[in-house]
């Protein structure tokens, strides 16, 4: 029975290797014929036109007939109750998630039609989890190693990370454990954002960024993005109502399709609206009564 067992694991490896053999390939990284300009985006307006998505061809959208537009340096909030389809729109914006119809374009440009590095290279994203991975914090900070010491040490000092690698053995070539485990979440999440600082591009986009952090630290992010990146366009996955308040249009979503897109003020006023509802569950809407305990996020996740 121990044999049997131990046949039947080692053979898991070699049905995963089967299915990784036949998955199909990503699109090119690098279309030649269509390679936009070095600086592009040069403004970062973004544009979703009747977009439609799903994770697999044998599931369902998980994106319906999805339409908006950003205008270029506008922050807009998107949220959602559970499974609404927040996040999905990022894998979208990535291409992660191909299109099963419609065309995303930022700056008039299809991003289905250039590369996959050309289109992720010019975004920068906080994720929820902050990635680091094993070697010198110098390479986790600028993968691509492109940045001088002058400009690393202007990006650590600008995200407040500065003082802390000055007392790391090594400094900016101190070692960074696998996974980041030699650095608290906060620490790991300045450092992404370091990373979209030195990375400079017009559009940012934050999935639900402050998540995984304390109040403390989640107000230090919030303070450097609206300072450093206020001329770039910021899209913000929410999950703390209060992050997405100040935004210039607030994108609420509903069981994959686009519910709400105005302004919060007009959100707010008007008490039928998906967004005021939510907001009445959180206490940082302003003359609003809390319908949660205090520090509960606006969804249940």
């Given at each position: 029975?121990?044999?049997?067992?131990?046949?039947?694991?080692?053979?898991?490896?070699?049905?995963?290797?089967?299915?990784?053999?036949?998955?199909?390939?990503?699109?090119?990284?690098?279309?030649?014929?269509?390679?936009?300009?070095?600086?592009?985006?040069?403004?970062?307006?973004?544009?979703?036109?009747?977009?439609?998505?799903?994770?697999?061809?044998?599931?369902?959208?998980?994106?319906?007939?999805?339409?908006?537009?950003?205008?270029?340096?506008?922050?807009?909030?998107?949220?959602?109750?559970?499974?609404?389809?927040?996040?999905?729109?990022?894998?979208?914006?990535?291409?992660?998630?191909?299109?099963?119809?419609?065309?995303?374009?930022?700056?008039?440009?299809?991003?289905?039609?250039?590369?996959?590095?050309?289109?992720?290279?010019?975004?920068?994203?906080?994720?929820q989890d902050a990635q680091s991975f094993e070697?010198?914090?110098?390479?986790?900070?600028?993968?691509?190693?492109?940045?001088?010491?002058?400009?690393?040490?202007?990006?650590?000092?600008?995200?407040?990370?500065?003082?802390?690698?000055?007392?790391?053995?090594?400094?900016?070539?101190?070692?960074?454990?696998?996974?980041?485990?030699?650095?608290?979440?906060?620490?790991?999440?300045?450092?992404?954002?370091?990373?979209?600082?030195?990375?400079?591009?017009?559009?940012?986009?934050?999935?639900?960024?402050?998540?995984?952090?304390?109040?403390?630290?989640?107000?230090?992010?919030?303070?450097?993005?609206?300072?450093?990146?206020?001329?770039?366009?910021?899209?913000?996955?929410?999950?703390?109502?209060?992050?997405?308040?100040?935004?210039?249009?607030?994108?609420?979503?509903?069981?994959?399709?686009?519910?709400?897109?105005?302004?919060?003020?007009?959100?707010?006023?008007?008490?039928?609206?998906?967004?005021?509802?939510?907001?009445?569950?959180?206490?940082?809407?302003?003359?609003?009564?809390?319908?949660?305990?205090?520090?509960?996020?606006?969804?249940?996740?």
């Open positions: 029975m121990r044999s049997s067992t131990e046949v039947e694991t080692n053979l898991v490896s070699v049905e995963r290797l089967e299915e990784y053999r036949n998955l199909p390939s990503e699109a090119p990284r690098f279309i030649a014929e269509t390679e936009p300009p070095a600086d592009w985006p040069q403004h970062g307006a973004l544009k979703f036109e009747h977009v439609d998505a799903k994770y697999r061809a044998d599931l369902p959208l998980v994106a319906k007939d999805v339409s908006f537009e950003i205008r270029a340096g506008d922050r807009v909030g998107v949220c959602g109750r559970t499974g609404a389809g927040k996040s999905s729109l990022t894998l979208i914006l990535y291409r992660i998630l191909e299109l099963s119809a419609g065309r995303v374009s930022i700056d008039g440009v299809d991003v289905s039609r250039i590369g996959l590095h050309t289109l992720r290279s010019r975004l920068s994203i906080l994720p070697g010198t914090l110098r390479e986790n900070l600028d993968p691509t190693g492109k940045a001088t010491d002058a400009q690393l040490w202007a990006a650590l000092d600008k995200c407040s990370l500065k003082r802390h690698v000055e007392g790391m053995d090594g400094k900016l070539d101190a070692h960074v454990d696998e996974g980041g485990s030699n650095l608290s979440q906060g620490q790991r999440q300045l450092m992404s954002l370091g990373r979209a600082l030195l990375r400079n591009s017009k559009i940012l986009v934050l999935d639900e960024a402050t998540a995984s952090v304390d109040p403390e630290t989640d107000k230090e992010l919030q303070k450097i993005i609206r300072t450093e990146f206020k001329d770039c366009t910021i899209f913000v996955i929410a999950h703390r109502i209060g992050t997405i308040l100040d935004s210039d249009m607030i994108l609420v979503m509903d069981a994959g399709r686009v519910a709400e897109f105005a302004s919060p003020a007009e959100l707010l006023a008007n008490r039928g609206s998906i967004f005021s509802s939510l907001a009445r569950g959180s206490k940082s809407a302003p003359g609003t009564a809390p319908a949660t305990a205090p520090g509960t996020p606006m969804h249940k996740d």
